[in-house]
């Protein structure tokens, strides 16, 4: 949820990336963990190390258990100097399969009648679990779930830095993938919701 409590991100520390473990759990603490939103890449990279620490190599995993069930290959995940996955960032995946990711979180978890996720997760981790702000135009202010965004018109999104976009907004069944390049990611979403999003009708036009 984006809530260890600490100050900021330990990417600032020196080498971080050469022992990003022991740059984690050297941060100093501003709050306690839970209790405030604040936005922090190397906690999904202590998760993938966590799994690591059990044996179980995220890439691999997810390889398995979800991306080779739904057809999709040729993805490639950075890794630091230990062999781990950078977990918040450096996944590479074509717009198709980003597609495909959303279709299976539209589904609550299921892919050609297949439950590859727990539906009661996928509506956990969509949900707002924590309050990232109080701006009802921001889609960075409508909360945060676990690894998602919550989006205004009631959707949720995997979001990745520069416009990499999976939107999902269950109660229309519709998804918006992008891949690209702006400074102004708001600015993609405003034009969706107002071009697309809010332009269905019952009736073709």
Same mark, same amino acid.
């Given at each position: 949820t984006m809530s260890t409590g600490q100050g900021r991100e330990p990417f600032h520390q020196p080498n971080a990336w050469t022992d990003m473990i022991t740059a984690f759990l050297r941060e100093p603490f501003k709050d306690a963990p839970g209790q405030t939103f604040r936005y922090n890449t190397a906690a999904s990279y202590m998760l993938a190390a966590a799994l690591k620490q059990k044996g179980i190599d995220l890439e691999a995993y997810l390889q398995a258990r979800l991306f080779a069930p739904m057809g999709i290959t040729g993805t490639r995940w950075l890794r630091d100097p230990h062999d781990i996955c950078a977990g918040g960032f450096g996944l590479s995946l074509h717009a198709e399969d980003i597609a495909r990711l959303g279709i299976l979180l539209l589904h609550e978890g299921r892919w050609e009648g297949? =439950?590859?996720?727990?539906?009661?997760?996928? !509506?956990?981790?969509?949900?707002?679990?924590?309050?990232? #702000?109080?701006?009802?135009?921001?889609?960075?202010? =409508?909360?945060?779930?676990?690894?998602?965004? !919550?989006?205004?018109?009631?959707?949720?999104?995997?979001? #990745?830095?520069?416009?990499?976009?999976?939107v999902v907004h269950p109660a229309l069944e519709t998804i918006l993938v992008t891949n690209g390049v702006t400074a102004d990611m708001q600015e993609i979403l405003r034009a969706y919701y107002e071009e697309v999003l809010t332009q269905y009708t019952d009736v073709p036009l």
């Open positions: 297949r =439950q590859l996720v727990p539906a009661a997760f996928v !509506r956990a981790a969509s949900q707002k679990q924590i309050n990232n #702000g109080g701006n009802p135009t921001s889609d960075w202010a =409508q909360g945060y779930g676990y690894q998602m965004w !919550r989006c205004c018109h009631d959707g949720f999104r995997a979001d #990745g830095m520069y416009g990499q976009f999976c």
